[in-house]
């Protein structure tokens, strides 16, 4: 069993390093594509390896499928043989599968999934590009047409490599907005209805917008300027001062705590523990810890366990929005 996995382009050799620091250094693993790499010699399980993805033991890897085959563009099989290779070894007749197509260039790969879904549809199998329980991955490049299939609950995404694309907006009033419904999306965030948010560095208000859409009141703290689209919610509170000053005079206990704030990952770590006491237990705190540096791998490790003294660190990974950054979820106890 060959395993692929796609990250950022500029992190594959950490995504390496950390499968083999999971696994064992005789994990043998080459490049396919700037952005995808092959498990070819002692892979681990696919539910092994999701669950050290899931949990933040490996970060830096987006998007996960098993291998079936490969081809030159030119050989391709003819699509009855390929709706035979998509559904050899699955247990029953599927009614449904999700298809996703990506290539290494800009385009989405979309001749190949009309390819596959006229290929199904002909054996009576609905084919949708999200939400069913097996996915079928098919990656495409001037030299190679990879196809692999998942269950979804081990692919990490169900986006075409884990490249999640969300749509612009008039009422945006950041890009940092789709890293935090990036996360809400790919983690299952249960936000508690009525809750009280604390949104730490939160100019210009993109992250104080989406909590307010599910169902947060918001204190939002920066001595930036929010929009005013944010401001002229009633149940949204601009306080302008520094997260220092705001924890030594707040009263008042939060439900969700976010922290997108750029500086080293060790001190944004440190903020989070300085919110603890504000928090009510069980909170839920989502942060992204920026990267940088010689050795960003290790700069986030130390900044999970910084968190980790206070809080459950649930989930750390390298989102397509992160850009060079990582989002950790926690909880605090």
Known sequence: MEILFSVATDSY????????????????????????????????????????????????????????????PDEVPEPHELAELVLEGLPKHPQALAVQTWTDGAGSGGSYYHLLEAALGDRGIAVSRAGQDVVVSCFVSAKTVLFGRNRLEYSLSDWPGGRMRLARSDERVSRSEFKLEEAIQTFGLDLPAGGKGLDLGASPGGWTRILRQHGQEMWSVDPGALDPRVTADRRVHHIATTAGEFFRHNRVRFDVVVNDMRMEQVMSARVMLDAVPHLRRGALAIVTLKGGGKNPLDAAHRGIDVLSKQYDVLHARQLHHNRQEITVIAKYP
Do not use: M, Q
């Open 13 to 72: 050799e950490l995504a390496v390093r950390e499968i083999r620091a999971e696994f064992g250094p005789r994990v043998r693993i080459e490049r396919v594509s700037a952005d995808l790499g092959r498990i070819v010699e002692n892979a681990p399980a696919i539910e092994d390896l999701a669950a050290a993805c899931d949990t933040g033991r490996i970060i830096f890897v987006r998007h996960l499928t098993v291998e079936l085959a490969s081809f030159k």
